[in-house]
């Protein structure tokens, strides 16, 4: 940080400007410059975690906020914070960590955290009666729509793409960690059935777009936007 007055508060974003800091860390062949993230959410900043889920959904297991100070602590940000993605993107990290040093030590480290991860996912999925497994209230990042006076606002709505896609490589990582350490409970069971029971990416004319439905001050249509704020989003689900 250079300035007396930091642009946002030099805290930590967990929507996309903490992973674009670290995404070349594993591919680069440089995992042991990812070593401090995995002990950030392993150890140092879990507490605090646990402490969202708990205080925002009364649920088990842990929730990231959107950004966070040097303790993890969160920092609020309005209904950004409804971002329901966050969890499982930043927890593909620590799944990351584990794919490209092969270290089991680390894999047993980092299982726990990832089960945490879905037990929260676990209280906010919505079973419907088709038989999947709903993000039911999210918010596709920074994506925003201008209503008929030319104000922007923000879209939350339902089964975001960016939310199905890493909750499900989330629930999948976690049965495959188990499957490599030759644990299995019930949990892990379920696990499993989420996995396979996630809507698919929501699209509209073949091609993908945010969110299944988007509440929009005009009513209710799918999430398509014209308009991005240099946000990876639905971007995810290729």
Not at 57 to 67: A, I, K, Q, V, Y
Request: hydrophobic share 35%.
């Amino acid at each position: 940080n250079q300035y007396d007055i930091p642009p946002w508060h030099a805290d930590f974003h967990f929507n996309t400007n903490l992973q674009e800091s670290q995404w070349l860390a594993c591919c680069s062949n440089h995992p042991e410059l990812q070593e401090a993230l995995v002990r950030c959410f392993t150890d140092d900043w879990r507490e605090e975690f646990r402490n969202n889920a708990r205080r925002i959904f009364n649920s088990g297991g842990l929730m990231l906020p959107l950004c966070g100070d040097f303790l993890g602590r969160e920092i609020g940000w309005g209904g950004l914070s409804l971002e329901m993605s966050l969890t499982a993107w930043m927890a593909q990290h620590l799944w990351w960590q584990w794919l490209y040093t092969q270290d089991k030590k680390l894999l047993k480290r980092i299982l726990p955290y990832l089960k945490e991860c879905c037990e929260f996912y676990l209280t906010i999925l919505n079973p419907r009666d088709d038989g999947l497994y709903h993000i039911e209230l999210s918010h596709s990042p920074e994506q925003i729509a201008v209503d008929k006076n030319g104000e922007r606002y923000l879209v939350f709505g339902s089964d975001p793409t960016i939310d199905l896609v890493f909750i499900r490589i989330l629930f999948e990582a976690v049965v495959e960690a188990a499957g490599i350490l030759n644990k299995t409970d019930n949990f892990i069971d379920k696990c499993r059935e989420v996995a396979k029971h996630l809507p698919e990416a929501p699209t509209e004319n073949g091609v993908l777009i945010d969110e299944t439905v988007g509440f929009f001050k005009d009513g209710n249509r799918p999430g398509q936007f014209k308009h991005s704020h240099r946000h990876p989003s639905r971007l995810v689900g290729i």
